[in-house]
């Protein structure tokens, strides 16, 4: 029963795409099913495999996600940052892994002091034991940020580690599983294409302009930041521009070339219901 499962749902997966739209081949096959004497027991059939299909991409899904996530915080605190905050204290503490972490430190450093100065200011207090003061919390500051960026000096190292093994972990899944894959690549061929003309037009609109869209460089910006922190790498802003002005030029040419490829033939009227949505 299940080979016949996997063959029939491999068989959906790998089908090919004909001159004629996806969905008017579909309603022949479906008038032609329900015509036969056996429509009942192929109903019962195919609600079998549609349900193996649902259940087996859903776990498969849940396990490519939850294990990984799973192996990566376990790696994290109970391997990879005891061993790293034993060697970081057996040696002399790295504050700062590249120029962007000094930069940013100096940065937040000198606002503080301008802090203090524009306080100092506006209380009109010029005397010797107010500039001790500040100079004791500008020094109390500094050593604070040495400690923060310490910490996220280490953590850093602690990220690529337990990334590289949710990142193994994950490939092996994918390589182990591959019946499964086929399973889920004709699960989900089977909910992007099944959607209204509506759903599939807005979902387009909704990726296009978050990702490729006039507006979509300052999440880009904001998302490169946050993936050069979390590996400790510079922040360089050529490589971030480079980024931003190639890559969603690339993605918006896959896009495109999906709808004409793909989507121009399983579902003429989605793609007549996208570009009257876009205009």
């Known amino acids: 029963m299940k080979y016949w499962n996997l063959k029939k749902i491999n068989k959906s997966t790998l089908e090919k795409i004909g001159p004629i739209p996806r969905s008017i081949t579909k309603t022949f096959e ?19 495999v549609s349900r193996y299909q649902t259940v087996t991409s859903i776990r498969y899904l849940l396990f490519l996600i939850i294990g990984p996530i799973l192996l990566n915080q376990l790696s994290k605190y109970f391997i990879f940052s005891p061993v790293v905050d034993y060697l970081w204290d057996q040696k002399s503490p790295t504050i700062f892994l590249n120029i962007s972490q000094e930069e940013r ?9 301008e802090k203090l100065y524009f306080e100092q200011l506006i209380s009109a207090s010029t005397d010797f034991n107010s ?19 310490t910490k ?29 894959l086929l399973i889920l690549k004709s699960f989900l061929n089977e909910v992007i294409y ?70 121009n033939r399983l579902s003429p009227s989605a793609v ?8």
């Open 30 to 48: 479906k008038f032609k099913k329900e015509m036969t004497p056996n429509a009942e027991v192929a109903a019962i059939e195919e609600f079998k």
């Open 105 to 113: 430190a100096f940065s937040e450093l000198e606002k503080f002091e």
């Open 131 to 149: 500039e001790i003061k500040n100079e004791s919390l500008i020094k109390e500051k500094a050593i604070e940020l040495a400690e923060e960026y």
């Open 152 to 180: 996220e000096s280490s953590n850093a190292v602690k990220n690529i580690l337990s990334d590289c093994c949710s990142a193994s972990i994950f490939i092996f899944f994918v390589i182990s599983g591959k019946r499964h």
């Open 194 to 263: 099944g959607l209204s003309d509506t759903a599939k037009a807005f979902l387009i609109i909704l990726f296009t302009d978050m990702f490729v869209g006039f507006h979509s460089p300052h999440g880009w910006e904001v998302i490169l930041e946050v993936i050069l922190r979390h590996f400790g790498l510079p922040e360089s802003r050529d490589f971030i521009f480079l980024f931003i002005s190639t890559f969603p030029v690339v993605l918006d040419t896959i896009f495109k070339y999906w709808i004409f490829r793909y989507l």
């Open 272 to 279: 007549a219901t996208y570009h009257n949505m876009n205009e």
